[in-house]
Nanobody, 118 residues
Framework: QMQLVESGGGVVQTGGTLRLSCAAS????????AYWYRQTPGKEREFVGR???????LYADSLVGRVTISRDDAKNTMYLQINALKTDDAGIYYC????????????WGQGTQVTVSS
């Protein structure tokens, strides 16, 4: 089993920078496709981006240029940074580790709330 714990949420100013962490335990995160998603009330969960086991990244078109996902294998932790925050960036941010293609299962964090204040 794997446990994922997000941290770094809270209140951030419009135009500021959001930095979130997703700490994994139990298994090596770099064996998984690791994702960030976000969700706001009344909307479906939205793809933010992912980092491949290779370290390559893929981002939502709407966030390209503002978002960076990285991973520290020594800490078994994934990070999300979003610059130039907008009010639309508010929501609950979740990390996900998907290893189903490798028979490793899929795991979710509990989510962390981000509020963007103007």
């Amino acid at each position: 089993q794997m446990q994922l714990v997000e941290s770094g949420g809270g209140v951030v100013q419009t135009g500021g920078t959001l930095r979130l962490s997703c700490a994994a335990s139990g298994r090596a995160l770099n064996r998984y496709f690791a994702y960030w998603y976000r969700q706001t009330p009344g909307k479906e969960r939205e793809f933010v981006g992912r980092i491949f086991p290779s370290g390559d990244t893929l981002y939502a078109d709407s966030l390209v240029g503002r978002v960076t996902i990285s991973r520290d294998d020594a800490k078994n932790t994934m990070y999300l940074q979003i610059n130039a925050l907008k009010t639309d960036d508010a929501g609950i941010y979740y990390c996900n580790a998907d290893g189903r293609a490798r028979g490793l299962g899929e795991f979710w964090g509990q989510g962390t709330q981000v509020t963007v204040s103007s």
